[in-house]
């Protein structure tokens, strides 16, 4: 992996009998945004834990530029966790300049990075409030910029899009694009698979602490098996159930979808499809994110 910058190297890690990672391996690059998503319980949380740090693992490695993470190239990592992480009834502005001293900002500069933050993030007018007087969204608003205060040389987020307006999720779309732009790596977990795919330029798919499939989103939908709309009006039901190697997934409206295994010939679809009368549409299907996420974990 010689172009990493953030590497999970054959991460694992158990509590009890209950194994939450097992063999966990990928990178995030310099520049890139990685969207890392899988089911509940999955294995997300506890890997980004380790990666700051947080948790130990029982074996494999995190490293950062090459080396190992230890607690001086830790504190160049923004982190916004799931769970709210902050100060409930410390202001907005003094929270901020707070954390980004404790990252090793002297007084003026985190000054200027809190405000910063504050006004990029739309949040001005509640720089003087506590936490807890907050609408969720603006919490998570802070919470980001709690992430960002001290300029991390890589951001983990988990979850950043939770409890955001549309607003709020274009805002923080082009923060994290801003981010990769400037060379940052940024490794997000979420569950809204419509942004991840919008967002990411590649993806990780995660079950049972195990990474199953990995890379952009183009280059999943490749590695799964083709799938084809046909419209034939004349078809009668169950037209295509005998044709070898191929699956139909649904039927609706005089569409059929069917999904086509490895070196099947989709032209011997459309012969069939022409031998029940005319075909108004035969076309490859590109799945979303989402279909392949339940191809996925399903299988």
């Known amino acids: 992996m010689p172009d990493a910058v953030l590497e999970i190297d054959h991460v694992s890690k158990r509590y009890g009998d209950v194994v939450a990672l097992r063999d966990m391996t990928f990178d995030v690059r310099a520049g890139e945004l990685f969207g890392f998503v899988g089911s509940n ?43 709210r992480g902050l100060y409930p009834k410390m202001k907005v502005l003094d929270q901020l300049v707070y954390l980004a001293e404790l990252h090793g900002l002297p007084t003026n500069s985190a000054h200027r990075a809190a405000e910063n933050w504050i006004a990029r993030l739309g949040l001005r007018d509640r720089r003087g409030d506590e936490v807890q007087k907050l609408s969720l969204g603006n919490q998570q608003r802070v919470q980001l910029a709690a992430a960002l205060v001290h300029e991390p040389a890589v951001l983990i987020l988990d979850e950043p899009f939770s409890g955001l307006d549309p607003v709020a999720v274009d805002v923080m779309s082009a923060v994290l694009r801003e981010q990769a732009a400037a060379g940052v790596p940024v490794l997000f977990s979420s569950h809204q698979l419509d942004l991840v795919e919008r967002l990411c330029d590649r993806v990780g798919i995660v079950r049972s602490g195990q990474m199953v499939a990995c890379g952009t989103v183009a280059e999943l939908r490749t590695g799964g098996d083709a799938q084809l709309v046909v419209e034939a009006p004349n078809a009668p039901p169950g037209w295509a159930d005998s044709l070898p190697g191929v699956t139909v997934d649904a039927v609706h409206n005089g569409q059929t979808t069917l999904r086509l295994a490895p070196g099947t010939d989709d032209q011997t679809v459309l012969t069939a499809a022409l031998a029940t009368g005319p075909v108004r549409e035969f076309r490859r299907h590109a799945p979303s994110l989402t279909e392949l996420f339940r191809n996925v974990v399903s299988s």
């Open 41 to 83: 319980g999955a294995g997300k949380t506890t890997t980004m834990r380790i990666a700051l740090g947080v948790l130990a693992a029982d074996s494999g490695e995190v490293r950062f530029s090459g080396r190992p993470i230890t607690f001086d190239n830790r504190r160049r990592i923004g982190y916004l966790p799931e769970e």
